[in-house]
């Protein structure tokens, strides 16, 4: 390391040259006494926090079986029908409006004072129906903020009560709902999918109805003491389950006469696959939870009529039919919570409306952001065996690898040839296809009738071309794809896996320090270089200081940043060309380039998050024995030198870099 007092001396000759020819006049300083050593100072500051970025989306899947006129009162089905001829035995005096709408209504009153809030609606029977929001068809939304509309929808559910309780078709379609919502806002907006907490509320008072089975000839089937085994076909369904007409209209849409329907499998299967989505979409939450009706009272004041309304058991008296159902419910809607990750709820005797549905958790995750990644990256030097090597074009490939014969490139072109592939890509991915110097079909050609008019753009800031990023599959809008705190980019370059989190644990190289840690040190994770790290990894130090408006703000120094000397392209080539370049077009050379980047992401969920991303750049000069910039030991970042990392342009725009730009 250089000595104070030569540092000061530098500081002096370099002040007293101002913006003259003098920093190129040779200095008597020999080159082993100069100092090669960068540090990066500033400080970087989280967003404030935004608790309408955590959206929770709440389904309700209500049961409008004509049970439900018996468990929560009043309900009509057609005109003459059941519940109607026993309303004067079961429906409370003064009662007009069931316990469950009443407890729906209180709990979206209180939702629509909640922006990040949004439902879906599925009541069901023999059939889903009137599904609110209306799905009027593909990428339309399938959760809606409450509104009048779903206020006028809820008060409808105690006229319109059918036949059946056919679970399977019911989790079947919340499922598809909360499917294709995941998928549209991959599209729109994947960063929320770390932020969102979908909430499902499955609300029923008794059994699945119809039970079929595919098997009518098993020695054993299912009963109230054993609910774990197969079911056979439901007593009351007739011949539904071997001889449905699919044109009668109880029939259940996209049954199979002689097949399994509403066995305990195919409703668990939903439910563990709508779990699966979390892994599977990197979800920040989904549970299901479930809710059993039921009125003991109610039944027995029904009196006979309502003796097997809630279905008839074999080796169970019929008087204890409602028992029956009872206990099967409660072991069926228990697994199915379990399974869910969520709370099982059981009222009796209308104790909903009372209690409510509002002891379920339906907050948001939103928490305040906190820093997930900090990392300095060279662009004009790549990670050799022992020290740093020149790269000067800052395409990942050294200038000796840019001018060998192989690779044929041009160390002033990180991509040689124009066609949104740099080189480094083109080489390693060279068994593809991909050749350095030849224009990819696969990429830009503005004057191939394939991409006419083309022109390279990176949408998200992380050093992929759209071109490049359609070939690997990774997300054009998302800096970091996989959510592991490294851009796409970087662990292209290595070639890592941009869509599979695995950089903080994984140790390709096997040295025993993680792809992430190696990353951010600047040393190579697919190379065991012990000596190189010991010498040359960047060192980090941070402070964190908390902001009265709930942001973070980090005071950082990176330290160990080694200069290079690059070259000066007017060496090699005219002004003209050199100047498109962007790389020493002063008539300069040693001009070094560092990104810094910063990744926050929500404290609740800072590991899976795919993160906001900024990034700010700063521009050295080491040409010894004559020139450093700066001369001091290093060069300060302000807050306000950070932007999207799309917005940064070092070598279009050097001058919105910090320090000495060409």
Known sequence: ???????????????????????????????????????????????????????????????????????????????????????????????????????????????????????????????????????????????????????????????????????????SNAYGIIASDIAVTEQKNPQLLPRTRYVVVFLTDGTPFPRCSANDNLSVYADADNPDLTWADSS???????????????????????????????????VDQLIELKQQHNIGDIRMHTVLLFNEGAVAACGPICQDIYGTYPNTPPAQYPQAAKKIARYVLTQIAQRGNGVYQEFNNGEIQNL???????????????????????????????????????????????????????????????????????????????????????????????????????????????????????????????????????????????????????DTDGDSRPDAFELRAGSSPIRRDLAFFDKEAYQYETVAEIQPDGRVCYDFTVSNLRLVTAANCRNEMSATQCAKTGAGNSGQQGFNLFRVVFGEAPESGVATDYGTWKAACAWAQFDPPSIRMPAGPDLTLQPSNFVQPQALDPIGNPARCVGNAP
Not at 50 to 73: A, H, Q, R, T, W
Not at 257 to 270: E, F, H, I, P, V
Request: negative net charge; aromatic residues 8%; glycine residues 10%.
């Open 1 to 171: 390391m250089v000595s104070r007092p030569l540092v000061r001396a530098l500081v002096v000759v370099l002040l007293g040259a101002g913006c003259t020819g003098a920093l190129l006049e040779p200095k008597a300083v020999q080159e082993n006494n100069l100092d090669d050593r960068l540090s990066l100072k500033g400080r970087v500051c989280t967003s404030p926090p935004d608790p309408n970025g955590f959206p929770v989306k709440v389904l309700f899947i209500i049961d409008e079986s004509g049970s439900m006129c018996v468990s929560d009162p009043p309900g009509a089905q057609e005109v003459g029908g059941f519940c109607q001829q026993i309303a004067s035995r079961v429906v409370p005096p003064g009662v007009t409006e069931p316990a469950r709408v009443r407890a729906l209504k209180k709990l979206l009153d209180q939702f629509k004072g909640q922006p990040n809030v949004e439902v879906a609606l599925v009541p069901f029977e023999t059939n889903v129906k009137g599904v609110w929001p209306p799905n009027t068809g593909q990428n339309q939304a399938r959760f809606a903020p409450p509104d009048s509309t779903l206020d006028t929808r809820v008060a409808q559910l105690q006229s319109e009560l059918g036949k059946g309780t056919d679970y399977q078709g019911a989790l």
């Open 236 to 270: 009351g369904a007739g011949d539904f389950c071997n001889q449905i007409d699919p044109m009668d209209p109880d029939a259940i849409t996209g049954f199979v006469k002689g097949t399994d329907r509403n066995q305990n499998y195919q409703l668990y299967s939903y």
């Open 356 to 506: 409510g549905l509002g002891a379920l958790d339906y907050s948001s995750l939103a928490s305040r952001n906190v820093m997930k990644t900090l990392l300095v990256q060279a662009g004009t030097s790549v990670p050799g065996p022992a020290e740093r090597i020149l790269d000067t074009d800052g395409d990942g490939l050294d200038d000796t690898l840019d001018n060998s014969f192989t690779s044929k490139t041009n160390r002033f072109y990180a991509d040689s040839d124009g066609d949104c592939f740099d080189d480094e890509f083109e080489v390693r991915h060279f068994d593809d296809g991909f050749r350095p110097d030849q224009k990819d079909t696969r990429g830009c050609d503005p004057a191939s009738p394939l991409s006419l008019g083309c022109s390279c753009r990176d949408t998200d800031g992380d050093g992929l071309s759209q071109f490049a990023e359609r070939y690997l599959k990774t997300n054009e809008g998302l800096y970091d794809s996989d959510g592991d705190g490294i851009g796409d980019g970087l662990e292209v370059r290595y070639g890592l896996d941009p869509l599979s989190p695995t950089a903080q644990a994984l």
